[in-house]
């Protein structure tokens, strides 16, 4: 076993990735960092076996990310039986295109004798610009089906495997009608003065991808049922042809646009290009009259923190969240009820809710959260005291009914969601646990509350680490997240496409 760990280097340690851009001898390295994670190349020790004084130097141009690859290293292990040393290059060849394995010369004289690189622009569409301390920031957006756009990205798809919990790469070759449904956004700054006259002046700073899926919209409302019995008619036959005579684009479709990947690099991280990046996506996806709901795959707690304030700020900009008020003196229930609901339509406004959600076209979850948030953030910190909830919804004090009225709603939409979970519990322990996490809950939603009122409305520029962005099923990462690679734990909590329904029955839940 020593002599293994003698032998044995941290992947992410040896690893050590560097920007470079044009100089005037030599290039010029903007940046270095180390990845977060290399389980999804090297294992999950994140151990490589046969080195020592390892060093994996892995470079990228700043402008259209050529990448290389350097291997160095002091002693290497003399293959004993079947023990042998890892195959580095073999093992990274998987996840870097050919290019990447040419001389280090080679790659530092590619990007000094490059002349085409002043004339380099992003793939895609420029969809925004900013300024950042002083810094000009772009946004630029394309589609996958476009030949620039898989460049970039196929150079920069280990990104997803270093830097995204269980992001996985996309397919570049698969179908082409799957390919047509990706978007991809670029965030570049683009520099005032470049170091050479023959440099490019764009230099990668993050990205993120989306795609679409269909959504069934009805063209008509359901009809509701009459109370006299009606004959079955025989539907109408239609008739069509497959496939149709003029193909579909997924462009066309109405369609649910999903955010996959979302990643800012780490030399830029809290400064504010995550918040430009989300805004700037979610303005386009509102334009887009086809877009019916914004979503996103699997958010880590990074990203969810970035989507919230960024989803609050804009729906208290635009007045949404203003119109929503929580009516504390609900009407009493029906005196011969027995089982235990909450009033649900008689405590929020559902059918502005409803028409509120779409319009911002919000998934359920994440529209809910956001009014939990907005309720909450108008009850004073004084009266957020279970100590103070003995006479419940009666109490003579309005936020304190409030308070009482907001853990019923945020406890049943828990329940709800975690219903066949909670159930296999004990009914103390799952008081316990319906108490636990709503304390949670109502914790997270306070930090942000200071958060944002202590940033102040659209203050972008001072991103606090753990806001910047982060990944999203396919994969978003941010730097403050966690550096656990272990699998996140089960947190009870809604996922983006699940319905909200109005009230549910707590017979068994505890009294609060």
């Known amino acids: 076993m020593a002599e293994q760990d003698e032998w044995s280097s941290d992947a992410n340690e040896a690893i050590e990735i560097s920007i470079l851009q044009q100089g005037s001898d030599t290039p010029i390295t903007l940046s270095t960092f180390h990845p977060k994670f290399t389980y999804p190349v090297f294992g999950e020790e994140e151990s490589i076996f046969g080195y020592q004084g390892l060093h994996i130097n892995l470079r990228f141009a700043a402008h259209d990310l050529q990448p290389n690859v350097e291997i160095i290293y002091e002693k290497k292990f003399k293959t004993i039986g079947e023990t042998k040393a890892a195959d580095i290059e073999d093992v990274l060849r998987e996840w870097l295109p050919p290019s990447a394995f040419d001389k280090i010369a080679k790659f530092n004289a590619r990007i000094q004798t490059d002349a085409s690189a002043k004339d380099f622009r992003p793939p895609g569409k420029q969809v925004n610009t900013y300024t950042s301390r002083g810094r000009r920031f772009e946004i630029w957006c394309g ?5 620039a756009v898989q460049r970039v990205l196929q150079r920069m798809q280990v990104f997803v495997s270093f830097f995204i919990e269980g992001g996985t790469p996309l397919n570049l070759d698969d179908q082409e009608w799957t390919i047509e449904r990706w978007k991809v956004f670029f965030v570049y700054e683009k ?14 700073v993050g990205y993120s991808t989306s795609y679409r899926f269909y959504t069934y919209t009805p063209t008509a409302p359901p009809t509701p049922p009459s109370s006299s019995p009606q004959r079955i008619q025989p539907h109408k036959i239609h008739d069509f042809t497959l496939p149709p005579p003029t193909p ?32 700037t996506m979610t ?16 958010p880590n707690e990074a990203f969810d923190d970035l989507r919230d304030y960024c989803d609050y700020t804009r729906l208290t900009t635009n007045t949404t969240l203003s119109q929503i008020q929580l009516n504390t003196t609900p009407p009493p229930p029906p005196q011969k009820r027995t089982n ?38 108008l009850i004073p910190t004084h009266n957020r005291q279970t100590t103070r909830l003995t006479k419940k919804g009666k109490a003579s004090d309005e936020n ?66 753990g806001m910047e962005g982060g990944s999203v099923g396919g994969g978003v990462v941010d730097g403050a997240e966690r550096r656990e690679r272990t699998k996140r734990k089960v947190v009870m909590d809604d996922d983006d496409d699940d319905d909200e329904e109005e009230e549910v029955n707590l017979a068994k839940r505890p009294k609060t």
Request: with cysteine.
């Open 143 to 147: 589609d996958l089906t476009d030949p």
């Open 191 to 204: 520099l005032f003065k470049t170091p050479t006259p023959t440099a490019s002046a764009y230099s990668l």
């Open 248 to 279: 579909l684009s997924p462009a066309c479709l109405p369609s649910r646009e999903r955010i996959s990947q979302f990643l800012i690099l780490p030399p830029h991280q809290s400064y504010g290009h995550g918040t430009h990046l989300y805004n």
């Open 283 to 298: 303005n386009l996806f509102l334009s887009d009259p086809t877009c019916t709901e914004i979503t996103v795959e699997d």
């Open 340 to 377: 235990r609901v909450v009033p649900t339509s008689n405590l929020l406004p559902l059918a502005l809710l409803t028409h509120l959600r779409t319009t911002n076209k919000l998934a359920p979850r994440q529209f809910i959260r956001l009014v939990e948030l907005h309720v909450l953030s």
């Open 400 to 465: 304190d009914r409030a308070y009482y009225w907001w853990r019923l709603l945020v406890k049943q939409r828990i329940y709800k969601r975690h219903k066949d979970q909670l159930m296999q519990l004990e009914r103390l322990e799952r008081i316990d646990k319906l108490d636990e996490t709503v304390g949670g809950l109502e914790g997270d939603y306070g930090r942000l509350i200071r958060a944002w009122e202590g940033r102040g409305m659209g203050d972008e520029e001072e991103e606090e680490e």
